[in-house]
């Protein structure tokens, strides 16, 4: 069996993570501390992709990334290469589709770090950038790790956004969870159960895993 769509998932999903962590912390840490009246309505965008159909957000993105959409083209101006169909493509799109599985377990980390720790840090005069890396930041590990599984283990079964956007090119843009579905419309559902059994094991040891992180990290737990 081919484990290309495998290897390409894989490599998908850390991509995604390390985009969104590094898009996804300054956001989650504005919206856990802002008091401004758009705070909701950022919410409301970053919750979005839970709710939208993945067929809408990937028809969307479609139209975002075409060579001849907003993003798509200057894109393809400047590489002379599009975005739809590509590996930068699904990219891109994962990481619209798991923004909130990232960003909403750092908002609640850093909620729950509460204001006592910036304000002692102040106090014992650390600029705000300096207090958020060396203090806030290590008091939302468990957020940190919670945010990287979950957008991992998201992003790895994406099936209606991707096709639409990258489409299934071998070697390039198919991953597992089209795979799954090109082998059960050829009948070939060996193939099909042994690439889903094995993201059934996955997801499963993921939330096994976050679990076990908020129940040893929880006030008490020990006792």
């Known amino acids: 069996m ?5 290897w390409i998932s894989l490599q998908l999903a850390a991509v995604t993570v390390v985009v969104l962590l590094v898009v996804g912390t300054p956001l989650a840490w ?6 401004s009246r758009l705070q909701m309505v950022v919410d ?7 709710v939208l159909p993945s067929t809408v ?10 060579p001849q959409g907003p ?14 169909f590509s590996f930068a493509g699904l990219v891109v799109t994962s990481v619209v589709y798991s923004l909130p599985f990232v960003v909403q377990p ?29 203090v806030a930041c290590p008091l939302a ?9 979950l957008g991992f283990a998201h992003t790895l079964g994406e099936f209606g956004a991707v096709l639409m956007v990258g489409g299934s090119i071998p070697g390039e843009t198919r991953v597992v969870a089209i795979a799954i579905y090109e ?13 889903s059994a094995g993201l059934l094991a996955f997801s499963f040891f993921v939330l096994l895993t976050v679990y076990a992180i908020n129940r040893r990290t929880r006030p008490g737990a020990g006792r």
């Open 2 to 6: 081919n484990l290309m769509p495998v």
């Open 30 to 35: 504005w919206l856990a501390v802002s008091k």
């Open 44 to 50: 409301a965008l970053v919750a979005l992709p839970l």
């Open 57 to 66: 957000l990937g028809f969307y993105m479609l139209m975002l990334l075409g």
């Open 71 to 84: 993003i798509g083209g200057p894109w393809f101006e400047v590489t002379g290469t599009t975005l739809t």
């Open 106 to 134: 750092l908002r609640d980390a850093f909620r729950s770090v509460g204001a006592a720790p910036m304000e002692a840090a102040a106090v014992l005069g650390a600029r705000p950038l300096d207090a958020f890396i060396t």
């Open 141 to 149: 590990g468990r957020g940190f790790l919670t945010a990287s599984v």
């Open 183 to 195: 082998h059960v419309e050829r009948l070939e559902y060996g193939s099909a159960h042994l690439l």
